[in-house]
């Protein structure tokens, strides 16, 4: 069984979950994080891990010697930054992780765990989406993933077991939460607004998974027998995390007391659609529960919110919207027009 781990991106929304969970399952943990979230925080981290604060352009082989696998988190995370500019999405997502693998072959990483994405298979509106169906990436971030996944799965060897992990759209708490997911947000905006602000006709399919769940699906995948899992992707999920977004937007109506929909139909907003078949996971991991339901998260964010007094400066604040934050550190100077760290912006932690 793996004991060490190297997990980067531990600092992230989702990384900041996971690493605990791996330390709590009685995994050695070291980080590898750029930094740029480190001030994002709205609640307390439940643990610190040993970590390296690096960019995940400038590694070396002493980097990832040592370890039993690496769990790689590590991106940038969504479509508004990919379209901000295409050659941080080139280097960080795709030409970064393929170099993380061939670095952690070469050392003698036996596993691999590859954070990928739905999003690659494009609009899906007439069908279900496989793990064998037709990727269709329509923007520079789906495209990254795409390109890494095939990248890093030419790898793999008998010496090398890459796994990837095709996740949707996360929700729920996290010490590094972000209001750009779609679940957050509704809730978010409900608790701190009083609105719940619905910016297309609601229709679109999202398949939706809680930050927790995905950290346990990582776990589990980690520990099942190589031969299960060489090489494979997995849709991460189960069939019934596909929603609309009109759902989601009834669900938070009904868990936030007082507050309204407002539907503001707008040819910007985002009119992706798919829905995602996880059979291959519950085939594989017949064994593995998914715990959580879009009522209960939408149950934990509100209450979480509550208590903190969330107001609506700071669900709009740039803190918790990774392009907001991006355009504030390269307005301030702190990062440099390659989102490399200047002398005077280096990350506070």
């Not at 070396?60 to 295409?86: C, T, W």
């Not at 999003?119 to 496989?130: C, F, L, Q, R």
């Amino acid at each position: 069984m793996a004991r060490r781990i190297l997990l980067t991106g531990h600092q992230g929304y989702v990384g900041s979950v996971m690493a605990p969970l791996f330390v709590k399952a009685g995994y050695d943990v070291t980080g590898l994080e750029t930094g740029y979230f480190a001030d994002c925080t709205l609640v307390s981290d439940a643990l610190n891990v040993p970590s390296v604060q690096k960019d995940l352009r400038d590694l070396e082989p002493e980097d990832v010697e040592g370890f039993d696998a690496v769990v790689h988190l590590a991106a940038l995370s969504n479509d508004p930054i990919g379209n901000l500019n295409a050659a941080w999405t080139e280097e960080i997502n795709f030409q970064a992780s393929v170099r993380l693998a061939q670095l952690a072959k070469a050392a003698g990483v036996r596993r691999m765990l590859f954070s990928s994405s739905c999003i690659m298979y494009g609009m899906s509106e007439a069908s279900v989406v496989t793990e064998e169906s037709l990727l269709d990436p329509k923007t520079e971030y789906a495209r990254s993933k795409v390109r890494a996944e095939q990248a890093i799965a030419a790898l793999a060897d008998e010496t090398f077991s890459p796994t990837f992990l095709r996740n949707g759209t996360i929700y729920g708490l996290s010490p590094r939460m972000r209001f750009d997911t779609v679940l957050n947000n509704l809730v978010g905006s409900a608790v701190a607004t009083g609105r719940v602000s619905l910016h297309s006709d609601g229709k679109p399919w999202r398949p939706v998974a809680h930050v927790q769940d995905v950290a346990r699906a990582f776990l589990h995948v980690l520990e099942a027998p190589i031969a299960r899992v060489h090489n494979q992707a997995f849709n991460n999920g189960e069939d019934r995390m596909n929603h609309q977004i009109r759902e989601l937007a009834d669900v938070v109506v009904r868990t936030v007391p007082g507050c309204r929909l407002e539907c503001r139909h707008s040819p910007e907003a985002d009119q992706r659609t798919y829905k995602t078949d996880f059979g291959k996971f519950a085939r594989t991991f017949p064994e593995f529960a998914f715990e959580w339901t879009i009522e209960r998260g939408a149950q934990e964010l509100a209450e979480a919110f509550r208590s903190i007094g969330l107001t609506e400066a700071e669900f709009f604040d740039k803190h918790f919207t990774r392009l907001k934050w991006l355009r504030y550190l390269l307005d301030s100077g702190r990062l440099d027009g390659s989102l490399r760290w200047t002398t005077v912006g280096a990350a506070s932690s």
